[in-house]
């Protein structure tokens, strides 16, 4: 599925997970802006990547060149546990990004997605669950072309919401969820550089 790299752009905020949108507005409000590495990894061999032009021009195309990027090239083989791409820069300008260039490369390195098994997946997890309210979060691991779709899906058997604004359509909602390990790091590393005494999970949770 080709990956329209200019709408992604133009929109990224309504395809990225809800939690990440939020903690950057903590991260602004709170003044916490540490320079950070994000380390992006598959936990499978993959004798050919895909992905990783589109993955770097969208965040080229968001943040321009506020962000350095390694990584691995277009063809080249990987072997579960190295990285595929290394991103360093403020983690203002990396926490709200992640959702939708894991996308991308999810989405260019694994087979075409049946929507009917997505369904009956969805069907036996939200029998397995019975009453208790089902969120489905797994936008990363798909072309964000397809978490509308998917979510859909999951509205259609039950679930209760999504994590994603563009997902949320189906509920009538926008996305939600819950804390990322992210923001937890990123006020630790804050508060160790500022000798700031305390728990950083507590301070991010507040």
Avoid at 76 to 90: A, C, V
Avoid at 93 to 102: G, N, Q, W
Avoid at 149 to 166: K, L, P, V, W, Y
Wanted: with cysteine; net charge neutral.
């Amino acid at each position: 599925m080709v990956v329209n790299i200019k709408k992604l752009i133009e929109n990224y905020q309504t395809y990225t997970d809800k939690y990440f949108l939020r903690s950057k507005q903590i991260l602004q409000a709170e003044s916490i802006n540490p320079v950070v590495r994000y380390q992006v990894f598959a936990r499978k061999d993959i004798p050919s990547l895909k992905g990783i032009n589109d993955a770097t021009d969208f965040i080229r195309g968001v943040v321009g060149n506020k962000v350095k990027i390694y990584s691995l090239k277009e063809g080249d083989s990987y072997t579960s546990g190295e990285s595929i791409m290394k991103l360093e820069g403020r983690v203002q300008d990396l926490v709200d990004l992640e959702t939708v260039y894991l996308g991308i490369l999810s989405g260019s390195i694994t087979p075409p997605i049946d929507m009917v098994e997505v369904r009956e997946k969805a069907r036996a997890i939200k029998q397995a669950a019975g009453s208790k309210n089902l969120y489905y979060g797994g936008a990363r691991h798909f072309n964000p072309n397809l978490d509308e779709q998917i979510a859909r899906i999951c509205f259609e058997e039950g679930f209760s919401g999504t994590s994603t604004d563009i997902g949320a359509k189906a509920w009538g909602a926008e996305g939600m969820g819950t804390i990322p390990h992210a923001l937890i790091i990123s006020y630790a590393a804050h508060m160790q550089e500022n000798n700031i005494q305390g728990n950083p999970t507590v301070e991010a949770l507040k």
